[in-house]
């Protein structure tokens, strides 16, 4: 069986014993593989020895933080390049948001989760993580697709995490010309989100570029 047809592995980072049980049975019950830890160390250990698809963690830990750990995890390659790490908490202000993407997180979701929501996510995450597999999108390796000045600059903003209006505002152009350029990228990219787009950016050497000026 290829691997795009085995169950994918989630690992679910979250100290609070209720929700821990919760992502466990609605992630087995949607034929995932789950592996669960209450803190930074138990999440540090396994994947000391596992490689899952995805990591579900919470920010709010006892101990290190959620962002510590992923900083730790990047910093000592324990985290494999072909694993995506979601953030789930409490925190919904726009700066810990961004703090998550900066840290090298691929998504956010606030609590209480919206499971269907979530259910979406980690579908999108996959599909994204199987095209890296196929080759489709090469991972870490510039993609042999045009993007025009504009369209740079518009990756550039999201991979800094702006919304559709601050684009706007930042390059003097409508919110609907931002929606049809990041329509396009979409198409381009092969990307689903803006999780996609953010990564996207810095792989190609585009996030926090300054210069933005048409």
């Known amino acids: 069986m290829s691997r795009e047809h085995a169950p994918a592995t989630i690992l679910c980072v979250e100290d609070e014993e209720y929700i821990l049980e919760e992502l466990g049975e609605e992630l087995s019950s949607r034929g995932y593989a789950v592996l669960t830890a209450s803190n930074s160390d138990e999440a540090e250990a396994i994947l000391s020895r596992n490689r899952p698809d995805i990591?579900?963690?919470?920010?709010?830990?006892?101990?290190?933080?959620?962002?510590?750990?992923?900083g730790d995890l990047r910093a000592s390659g324990k985290l494999a390049e072909t694993t995506a790490f979601i953030f789930l908490t409490a925190l919904s202000d726009r700066e810990p948001h961004l703090t998550g993407l900066r840290a090298g997180a691929h998504d956010y979701l606030t609590k209480p989760v919206d499971l269907d929501l979530l259910h979406l996510k980690i579908e999108n995450t996959l599909a994204f993580a199987h095209r890296l597999r196929d080759g489709m999108v090469p991972a870490g390796e510039p993609l042999d697709v045009h993007l025009s000045r504009r369209e740079e600059q518009v990756l550039s903003l999201l991979g800094q995490g702006e919304r559709t209006g601050a684009i706007a505002s930042r390059l003097?152009?409508?919110?609907?010309?931002?929606?049809?350029?990041?329509?396009?990228?979409?198409?381009?990219?092969?990307?689903?989100?803006?999780?996609?787009?953010?990564?996207?950016?810095?792989s190609l050497g585009l996030a926090g570029r300054p210069g933005l000026r048409s």
């Open 55 to 70: 990591v579900l963690c919470d920010v709010m830990l006892p101990g290190r933080s959620g962002f510590e750990l992923l």
């Open 172 to 202: 003097e152009i409508s919110e609907h010309t931002v929606s049809h350029y990041i329509k396009e990228l979409y198409r381009k990219l092969g990307i689903n989100n803006r999780a996609d787009a953010a990564r996207m950016a810095i």
